[in-house]
């Protein structure tokens, strides 16, 4: 394992590293993975146990350890923090473990594992039934999860709480105000093993870099138009800010824009200066037409 994941041309290791990668990228208030330092092929995740289970508030470490013909054979997942629910230090046997290799899919990845465990631990009955799986009471089980909280992982040396902190209390009360979170989460836990292909595990690189490039170009046009459009006139704020919707329709353009500006600008400068000249100019009329009515008197 150790000289496997040395070397990095090796198909599973890189694509380890790419799930690694973008799990850090993006990471989830659920759960927080990685691969250990000196073994790339072993991970340790920290998990919140689902919310409206005997797990809510509970957050549980396991290790996922990833076969040297990854993605082709599937993790094994063995718990570590005492949680009421799997046997400790035994391989799991769900769906996407190596307990079912004929279920796991290629596509599927760590990320899947681990939501698709989440959703295993509120499953009871017949449902819950299998290797490592056990079923101590509700009680115990909340009892377990609180104390889970402070656990120390003895391979990552920090608490669960410290490697999975509880989200801001934003986002607590929006979980917590909806409702049907926790229904639907375990609605779609349930079944996702099985059937759902992990959407989230391929896309991985390609589609965060060429956003970060996209909304670079239309930020970096702002900045030249704010730069040109003359900012210290108080007077013409009103007009401004409808000017850069355009401006952004139109980036991809550059010289028109120039022009556009250009005009934007001198046409403010006119609009000032034709008033004067109207004025004059309404003045001029008053005296010519005074003029005329003398002469015709
Ligand atoms: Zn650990």
């Not at 957050?59 to 799997?86: K, Q, V």
């Not at 939501?115 to 377990?144: D, T, W």
């Not at 108080?234 to 824009?257: D, N």
Request: charged share 20%; with cysteine; glycine share 6%.
């Amino acid at each position: 394992m150790a000289a496997a994941s040395l070397n990095k041309n090796n198909s599973a290791v890189k694509r380890i590293m790419q799930e690694a990668k973008e799990l850090a990228n993006d990471p989830s208030t659920d759960y927080s993975a990685a691969p250990l330092e000196d073994d790339i092929f072993e991970w340790h995740c920290t998990l919140r146990g689902p919310a409206g289970t005997d797990f809510e508030g509970g957050l549980f470490h396991f290790r996922i350890l990833l076969p040297a013909e990854y993605p082709f054979r599937p993790p094994s997942i063995m718990m570590l923090t005492p949680n009421g629910r799997f046997e400790l230090n035994t391989k799991i046997c769900i769906s996407f473990t190596n307990y079912h290799e004929e279920l796991w899919q290629p596509a599927w990845g760590v990320r899947t594992a681990i939501i698709g465990l989440q959703g295993f631990f509120p499953l009871k009955g017949q449902n819950a039934v299998g290797v490592g799986s056990i079923e101590y009471p509700s009680g115990e089980r909340k009892r377990l999860a609180a104390l889970s909280r402070e656990w120390v992982c003895p391979h990552c040396k920090e608490s669960n709480l410290d490697i999975l902190p509880d989200p801001p209390a934003a986002v607590n009360l929006s979980s917590s105000s909806a409702a049907p979170p926790p229904n639907s989460a375990l609605a779609a836990a349930a079944p996702p093993p099985i059937d759902t292909p992990p959407k989230e595990t391929l896309p991985t690189d390609s589609p965060t870099e060429p956003p970060i490039d996209a909304p670079h170009e239309p930020v970096e046009t702002m900045h030249s138009i704010d730069t040109l459009v003359p900012s210290g006139s108080p007077g013409s704020v009103g007009p401004l800010p409808p000017r850069p919707a355009p401006f952004i329709a139109r980036a991809g353009a550059e010289t028109p824009i120039a022009g556009i500006v250009q005009e934007a600008r001198q046409q403010t400068q006119r609009k000032t200066s034709l008033l004067l000249v109207d004025g004059a100019i309404c003045v001029l009329l008053v005296l010519a037409f005074a003029i005329l009515c003398r002469k015709i008197v």
